[in-house]
């Protein structure tokens, strides 16, 4: 026989818990397409929350996702850093637009030129391109430290990069 020994009081926190427990701003499309939705996710390194990952779907496929990140704590024994690279291999094996078993998407070529919307003003990005989809860093968040990467498939990506910092009492 066999016994469970999980603890019995696991519980996966809501959207808003998460987004107090960040306590800072967290970027968001600023205006979803009717039919998208999010799920919140979180990263934590050695206790410290780290990312958060709004993981944008349309019918079932996840179409966008947009990580807020902000850095590790000094002295803390893990740190976390994602890059547009990463975050496109990540979303190309999530979206199944990649075989599970290759690492990393090979990208198309060097990073281009585009621009990230925050609250409408443009901020200047290099855009990273794999098998139809693209990935870009938004290297400072205004007011608080930490970056913004964006992914999205490539047809979703006017869509995808037109953001909006918002607090956590809007989750």
Do not use: K
């Not at 107090?20 to 979803?32: K, S, V």
């Not at 002295?75 to 990393?104: K, Y």
């Amino acid at each position: 026989m066999f016994r469970d020994t999980r603890p019995r009081d696991l519980r996966i926190p809501t959207h808003r818990e998460t987004a107090e427990e960040w306590g800072e701003q967290i970027a968001a499309l600023r205006e979803a397409p009717r039919g998208w939705f999010f799920l919140l996710g979180r990263l934590v390194s050695d206790g410290y929350l780290c990312h958060l990952d709004l993981n944008y779907h349309l019918d079932g496929e996840l179409v966008a996702v947009v990580q807020t990140s902000r850095p590790v704590p000094a002295g803390h024994r893990v740190g976390s850093l994602t890059t547009p690279q990463s975050q496109l291999s990540t979303f190309l094996a999530n979206s199944d637009r990649l075989d599970l078993r290759s690492e990393i998407a090979p990208l198309d070529g060097p990073p281009t030129p585009g621009r990230v919307l925050l609250h409408g003003v443009p901020v200047p990005v290099e855009v990273h391109h794999s098998h139809g989809c693209r990935s870009a860093r938004m290297p400072r968040i205004p007011s608080q430290p930490g970056y913004v990467i964006v992914t999205a498939a490539a047809e979703h990506w006017a869509t995808a990069t037109d953001l909006a910092l918002r607090p956590p009492a809007a989750f």
